[in-house]
Nanobody
């Protein structure tokens, strides 16, 4: 029903910036929450940022707050993650995700949890060197 394709991952120096994109196709109004997750080798997948597509409400993990910004285009077909002041600890495979229902307002912990999402992209690799 929904296909998500990430792009924009790259290898950058510490302190650099990247902008990830997630192109959505087959997306309908049945979903109202999208997010970015990441998974580093040997670690669990963690929520990075989330966005309510209707209201624009955003949520961020403490580790990226003030450095990353999640946004969406007006057509709501592309999700973005602007990443500034990148650190080696940000190295991971980054995934975008969309829920398959109309969620009510969630806490940051809930919105950044994998269980809230039904559709996932294939991931794009971000590598930050020191």
């Amino acid at each position: 029903q929904v296909q998500l394709v990430e792009s924009g991952g790259d290898s950058v120096q510490g302190g650099g910036s990247l902008r990830l994109s997630c192109a959505a196709s087959g997306y309908t109004s049945s979903s109202n929450l999208m997010g970015w997750f990441r998974q580093a080798p040997g670690k669990e997948r963690e929520g990075v940022a989330a966005l309510y597509t209707g209201s624009g409400r955003t949520y961020y993990a403490d580790s990226v707050k003030g450095r990353f910004t999640i946004s969406q285009d007006n057509a709501k077909t592309t999700l973005y993650l602007q990443m500034n002041s990148l650190q080696p600890e940000d190295t991971a495979m980054y995934y975008c995700a969309a829920n398959g229902h109309k969620a009510v307002t969630l806490t940051a912990r809930q919105a950044l949890g994998m269980s809230e999402y039904r559709y996932w992209g294939q991931g794009t690799q971000v590598t930050v060197s020191s």
